[in-house]
């Protein structure tokens, strides 16, 4: 093939993805593409860190709420064994029932149930974190999946970076070896039209009369076959 059939090296990347995304799409030039990319990915990164932030924050309270958790439930089996002791007490004085262990006994009583109604207390403040515990759990479960899903976009949109990049450095490639040839191009182009101006005997460019079907034309010179066989090889 010649210079101008070369096609562009294949991407690393699949060429359906790249028709995909690239259909999906109105056209941009490869430098507009990678800025495009570029904003997407701080993007991507500037939510990843947030998601990094809220799950660390979100680590904190479920941290926190385990270690309340684990101090209601402490509590709540301190007030067990008071509670059990109270009632032992109780059946120690109601079996030994005389006349001085009945106020006693009213106190103790009493005490017993201050301690039951506060062990509810426990047991409906342990519940209520536990909830709040499986709800936090949740919440980072959700930011792990998002954060993950964000480590996946930006590996995603890197890869379309390098694409772009690849496709730019490409073509910056074909344009620096495109100019010259250009420049090679038309420099022969005007050399050859010198020649025939030259050959035909009109310096200033225009066309001489052209000749009656009697008397033929002249054949190219040797100079002039020259110049256009040299240009034809500039154009390949």
Same mark, same amino acid.
Request: glycine fraction near 4%; charged fraction near 35%.
């Given at each position: 093939?010649?210079?101008?059939?070369? #096609?562009?090296?294949?991407?690393?990347?699949?060429?359906?993805?790249?028709?995909? &995304? &690239?259909?999906?799409?109105?056209?941009?030039?490869?430098?507009?593409?990678?800025?495009?990319?570029?904003?997407?990915?701080?993007? $991507?990164?500037?939510?990843?860190?947030?998601?990094?932030?809220?799950?660390?924050?979100?680590?904190?309270?479920?941290?926190?709420?385990?270690?309340?958790?684990?101090?209601?439930?402490?509590?709540?089996?301190?007030?067990?064994?008071?509670?059990?002791?109270?009632?032992?007490?109780?059946?120690?004085?109601?079996?030994?029932?005389?006349? *001085?262990?009945?106020? &006693?006994?009213?106190?103790?009583?009493?005490?017993?149930?201050?301690?039951?109604?506060?062990?509810?207390?426990?047991?409906?403040?342990?519940?209520? $974190?536990?909830?709040?515990?499986?709800?936090?759990?949740?919440?980072?479960?959700?930011?792990?999946?998002?954060?993950?899903?964000?480590?996946?976009?930006?590996?995603?949109?890197?890869?379309?970076?390098?694409?772009? #990049?690849?496709?730019?450095?490409? $073509?910056?490639?074909?344009?620096?070896?495109?100019?010259?040839?250009?420049?090679?191009?038309?420099?022969?182009?005007?050399?050859?039209?010198?020649?025939?101006?030259?050959?035909? *005997?009109?310096?200033? *460019?225009?066309?001489?009369?052209?000749?009656?079907?009697?008397?033929?034309?002249?054949?190219?010179?040797?100079?002039?076959? $020259? #110049?256009?066989?040299?240009?034809?090889?500039?154009?390949?």
């Amino acid at each position: 093939h010649s210079d101008g059939d070369r #096609s562009p090296p294949p991407s690393p990347r699949s060429v359906r993805s790249t028709a995909s &995304r &690239r259909s999906a799409r109105a056209p941009r030039s490869p430098a507009g593409e990678i800025a495009r990319l570029e904003q997407e990915l701080r993007r $991507t990164q500037a939510t990843r860190a947030t998601l990094f932030r809220d799950r660390d924050r979100q680590n904190d309270i479920v941290n926190r709420l385990n270690t309340e958790l684990q101090d209601l439930e402490r509590h709540r089996w301190g007030q067990e064994d008071e509670i059990r002791r109270l009632r032992t007490v109780i059946d120690d004085l109601q079996q030994a029932s005389n006349g *001085g262990s009945a106020r &006693r006994f009213q106190d103790l009583r009493l005490v017993a149930d201050r301690q039951a109604a506060e062990l509810n207390e426990l047991n409906r403040r342990l519940a209520r $974190t536990e909830q709040r515990l499986l709800s936090a759990e949740e919440d980072r479960d959700r930011l792990d999946r998002e954060l993950d899903h964000s480590v996946d976009e930006a590996v995603h949109l890197r890869s379309q970076l390098d694409d772009q #990049s690849h496709e730019l450095q490409w $073509t910056q490639d074909e344009l620096a070896t495109s100019i010259p040839r250009l420049d090679r191009v038309t420099t022969a182009l005007r050399d050859a039209e010198a020649e025939l101006d030259r050959e035909r *005997g009109t310096p200033g *460019g225009s066309a001489p009369p052209a000749p009656t079907p009697s008397v033929p034309a002249p054949a190219a010179s040797g100079s002039t076959s $020259t #110049s256009v066989t040299r240009l034809s090889d500039e154009l390949r």
